[in-house]
């Protein structure tokens, strides 16, 4: 039984490890091509029109959850479990039932955003080009069902090579559709046309392999009102947790869209997505996560789940401080290099946003796992929370703050998600959070940006060998306080990579 029990966590840690792996390295590059989608669009538009763009983008994503309704997460759970115990049938129905609500959604969805274009354009976005844009979002969500499926196939199948490769295909398809729309004088329809695009090709080159992997052809529609009803059902908490993170991520935009100029839109928009981007490590650590966190959930191996959880809490902040703390400090720096000096106004709302990065990271682990559980009405009750708090102090804040005001909103709710998130994980599974280990990760964190700062008033360089001397010397201070601190443990590191070879 020891020798079968050792067998087993080092299959599970392998294919985590393997997992995050891949997918963390193609997150990585997809993040990158989508930054610098960003880039192009933000110097070929300008903070007005680039601001247009993106609230049109935002209004219309905020209402996806009206079609998605929570059906991507649930797919993926349930592909994990038919297949632990071989009911590929009910895969084929699980995929079928989903692919067919999310289409009547979608019809639904579009037709009222068809009928109010003109009026939204006019009311709201205050510019006659929003109606024309309104249309080409519709196309490109009616059409984004193929793909979103596409992924919640690999993705219970744990294929994550695949899975993750979608949304580099994608982001890469859209540069380089913008760049050739820019090119022909398409303006500010460029990137929308983009979008509308993409989704047709994403379907041809990746739907061979999902027929493969599910057998779809093959298998036989079964129980298809039982087993919809099911995957819908635990749809619905997470159809309420994705409106109340849509609240959290959107609605600044959509504030500060109806109180403020575009131009501050525009700058938000290149601010936010830079503090966010550092999601990805969280959203690739999630993905594989989830699937793993269910199989073992659906076998009651309770033990093995609590160790990685707590394996995850303990290196998560060590592993993201020099990231978020090197961008912080550099942040008027960074925004005049890559967009533009146009936008360097928005340097302060990014440090903040940094911060909320931070602690959405590990807070977007704990929800994966509560979810895996078979509890998404948790993390719905948690996010709804968060949102409901976001949306208040937005418009508190917005009005007079703007966009440093969006800022301080988001961040607030991140960390509320944390909090709350943190303590449930440790009532369900158990686990003894390092919460001694915390405040002394706080302070290494506090010498590392101090040691940035420091170095930065002291070193007469240009930016770009500032950057590197003294990002080189505070995370050599960092690290040498971390074993100072004892905040890394070696023969725990040993043990692990053991167990991994």
Request: charged fraction near 10%; aromatic fraction near 16%; glycine fraction near 4%.
């Amino acid at each position: 039984k020891s020798v079968k029990a050792i067998s087993i966590i080092m299959n599970y840690t392998k294919k985590a490890v393997s997992g995050t792996s891949i997918t963390l390295l193609m997150s990585v590059l997809a993040a990158g091509i989508a930054y610098l989608t960003r880039i192009v669009l933000a110097r070929n538009l300008g903070p007005a029109d680039y601001g247009l763009f993106s609230s049109v983008l935002t209004f219309i994503f905020f209402f996806l959850f009206f079609r998605d309704l929570g059906l991507d997460s649930s797919l993926i759970k349930h592909i994990a479990e038919f297949r632990a115990h071989n009911q590929f049938n009910h895969i084929k129905t699980a995929i079928s039932g989903g692919f067919l609500f999310q289409f009547v959604s979608s019809l639904v969805f579009s037709a009222v955003f068809l009928l109010l274009s003109s009026f939204l354009a006019e009311n709201y976005f205050k510019d006659s080009r929003a109606s024309t844009l309104i249309i080409l979002v519709v196309v490109y969500v009616v059409f984004s069902i193929c793909f979103t499926l596409l992924k919640g196939i690999f993705s219970g199948f744990q294929k994550m090579f695949l899975f993750s490769s979608v949304e580099f295909t994608k982001n890469l398809i859209v540069l380089v559709c913008a760049f050739i729309f820019f090119k022909f004088g398409f303006g500010i329809y460029a990137p929308m046309l983009a979008y509308v695009v993409v989704c047709p090709l994403l379907f041809c080159i990746y739907a061979p392999f999902a027929s493969k992997l599910s057998g779809f052809f093959s298998n036989k529609i079964t129980d298809f009102k039982l087993v919809s009803k099911r995957v819908v059902l635990f749809g619905i908490p997470l159809f309420a947790t994705s409106f109340a993170g849509t609240i959290i991520g959107y609605t600044d935009t959509l504030i500060l869209t109806y109180f403020r100029p575009l131009a501050e839109v525009g700058i938000y928009n290149v601010v936010l997505p830079s503090a966010l981007m550092i999601l990805f490590i969280g959203r690739a650590v999630s993905s594989t996560t989830f699937p793993i966190s269910s199989e073992l959930w659906s076998r009651k191996d309770y033990r093995r789940l609590s160790a990685g959880v707590s394996l995850l809490h303990k290196y998560s902040f060590v592993c993201f401080i020099p990231i978020i703390f090197t961008v912080f400090a550099f942040s008027k720096f960074f925004i005049i290099t890559f967009f533009g000096a146009e936008y360097q106004t928005g340097s302060l709302a990014l440090q903040i946003l940094l911060i909320g990065a931070l602690f959405f990271i590990v807070a977007m682990v704990n929800n994966t796992v509560i979810s895996a559980m078979g509890q998404p009405k948790i993390v719905a009750k948690i996010t709804i929370l968060a949102a409901a708090v976001n949306l208040s102090t937005n418009m508190l804040f917005i009005p007079s703050l703007g966009i440093n005001g969006a800022a301080i909103t988001t961040t607030l709710s991140y960390g509320l998600v944390l909090i709350l998130t943190t303590v449930k994980i440790q009532r369900v599974l158990k686990i003894r959070f390092p919460l001694k280990e915390w405040p002394k990760q706080i302070f290494a964190a506090l010498l590392f940006i101090s040691t940035i700062f420091t170095a930065k008033y002291f070193l007469p360089f240009s930016p770009w060998y500032e950057l590197f001397i003294s990002v080189f010397i505070a995370i050599t201070v960092y690290l040498t306080s971390l074993f100072i601190f004892k905040i890394i443990d070696l023969q725990e590191i040993k043990y692990y990579w053991r167990l991994l070879h």
